[in-house]
T-cell receptor, first 113, second 114 residues
Framework: DAGVTQSPTHLIKTRGQQVTLRCSPK?????VSWYQQALGQGPQFIFQ???????QRGNFPDRFSGHQFPNYSSELNVNALLLGDSALYLC????????????FGPGTRLTVL | AQSVSQHNHHVILSEAASLELGCNYS??????LFWYVQYPGQHLQLLLK??????LVKGIKGFEAEFIKSKFSFNLRKPSVQWSDTAEYFC????????????FGPGTRLSVLP
């Protein structure tokens, strides 16, 4: 039973560029949430997808957008990258968008130069 | 605004010492509470969770936590730590009235000396 997987593992971009991160949820899960974890801090909620729609959004600008596919996998897109976007981006999956346990992937380390 | 605070930024203990990590949250309604652990170089893993019922919950690796509703607290405990418990510990809250997202505390780094 595969857990949550994310790709790529590491990514280096320059300011102004755009990036796409990918996530496959744990088998049987239909809800994907994205978090940003800056160095030395706890994860901050970006948004959550269920039934291919954004259900809830945290306090992040519109430069952050996402998508969920029919197979429940998800993408996080960040446009016009800023130095402050450098962080570990975590994907978490759960069932049905309910207040259930979230299972986290290993994350994608994004460095913006 | 919703918030979760963790009392200590960095805790250093010797092996066999007892551990208690504090967590407080600021919600008035019904909450689900979690402790996650992040070992060096690994992803976040669930230690334990509280949804309802007995406020003392037991998790993996000998950890337990107690939910005290009147204090808005969910402290993590372990009677005797091991070197392998060295990790970052995060308290997280899901407030059912606020939707589906988790709000994490800033984390407590635990260093266990052999």
């Amino acid at each position: 039973d595969a857990g949550v997987t994310q790709s790529p593992t590491h990514l280096i971009k320059t300011r102004g560029q755009q990036v796409t991160l990918r996530c496959s949820p744990k088998s049987g899960h239909d809800t994907v949430s994205w978090y940003q974890q800056a160095l030395g801090q706890g994860p901050q909620f970006i948004f959550q997808y269920y039934e291919e729609e954004e259900r809830q959004r945290g306090n992040f600008p519109d430069r952050f957008s996402g998508h969920q596919f029919p197979n429940y996998s998800s993408e996080l897109n960040v446009n016009a990258l800023l130095l402050g976007d450098s962080a570990l981006y975590l994907c978490a999956s759960s069932l049905q968008g309910a207040t259930d346990t979230q299972y986290f992937g290993p994350g994608t380390r994004l460095t913006v130069l | 605004a919703q918030s979760v605070s963790q009392h200590n930024h960095h805790v250093i203990l010797s092996e066999a010492a007892s551990l208690e990590l504090g967590c407080n949250y600021s919600y008035g309604g019904t909450v689900n509470l979690f402790w996650y652990v992040q070992y060096p170089g690994q992803h976040l893993q669930l230690l334990l969770k509280y949804f309802s019922g007995d406020p003392l919950v037991k998790g993996i690796k000998g950890f337990e936590a107690e939910f005290i509703k009147s204090k808005f607290s969910f402290n993590l405990r372990k009677p005797s730590v091991q070197w392998s418990d060295t990790a970052e510990y995060f308290c997280a809250v899901n407030a059912r009235n606020y939707g589906q997202n988790f709000v994490f505390g800033p984390g407590t780094r635990l260093s266990v000396l052999p």
